[in-house]
């Protein structure tokens, strides 16, 4: 919406990012009683997150937040800013499946990303990189990988999916946010941040999920995905700034 209030003229900067400091009992005793979180790692904690590896068995709760300026392009310009990255278009959706669960088809996360691909004026062969929702859990994990398979086709043999909750934890309200961020840097960079603990992928897949290491890569777009409890679907493509 900071991007879209922008692009109708209606502010030249926005800030916009999230916030979250759930790691207390109400927030724990939550998710565990809803059995959401990772408990077979309990004693090897930095183990616990581990997006598409077979022996994932939920998400990992983390603290932090992200924030981004948002400006439109001439008037960064004027003032001398660093342009890191180019908001190229966003897509949103709701399953209408379940009060917690995603739809079993992952239409939802599909429908995201390809909305916000068509938003943006490319086509899937055209994006190097997803930052996916990728929580570990056993469900959500395959569904999404399931719908970029399905978005990118053949094309997928060329794109690299890495989930960076397998080093920060789910942020929950500042997971969109913080992984934002990753998919600027790693445009900035041209680097693919890594999918830790991605030792026994749960299945084969042509999707590159840059297991274990990162992965250096020229990166001109990326796509992040956030997918929320009940269906709630958003994708965002940036891409390299003029």
């Known amino acids: 919406d900071a991007a879209r209030l922008i692009a109708l003229g209606d502010a030249d900067v926005m800030v916009a990012g999230g916030t979250e400091a759930a790691v ?36 990992v709760m983390g603290e932090g937040s992200g924030v981004i300026v948002l400006e439109e392009y001439e008037h960064a310009k004027a003032r001398g800013a660093t342009i890191y990255a180019e908001v190229a278009g966003y897509g949103m959706s709701g399953d209408a499946h379940h009060i917690t669960a995603p739809s079993d088809t ?65 942020l929950l309200g500042a997971a969109g946010a913080v992984e934002a961020v990753f998919s600027i840097q790693a445009i900035r960079d041209n680097v693919a941040p890594p999918t830790l603990n991605l030792e026994n992928p749960s299945r084969e897949s042509i999707i590159d999920r840059v297991a274990l290491q990162a992965q250096p890569r020229p990166i001109e777009y990326a796509l992040s995905n956030s997918f929320g409890f009940g269906g709630t679907n958003a994708s965002v493509v940036f891409r390299r700034a003029p």
């Open 106 to 170: 992952g239409d939802g996360a599909f429908r995201s990303m390809r909305m916000a691909l068509r938003d943006a004026g490319v086509t899937p062969e055209q994006v190097q990189y997803v930052n996916a929702h990728g929580t570990s859990t056993p469900m959500g994990d395959d569904l999404e990988l399931g719908a970029v398979e399905r978005l990118w086709g053949e094309a997928g043999s060329k794109l690299a999916m890495s989930s960076t909750k397998s080093s920060v934890g789910h």
């Open 24 to 59: 207390c009992e109400l927030g724990i005793g939550g998710f565990c009683a809803a059995r959401a979180l990772s408990v077979a790692f309990n004693d090897e904690p930095t183990r616990a997150s581990r997006p598409w590896d077979r022996d994932r068995d939920g998400f």
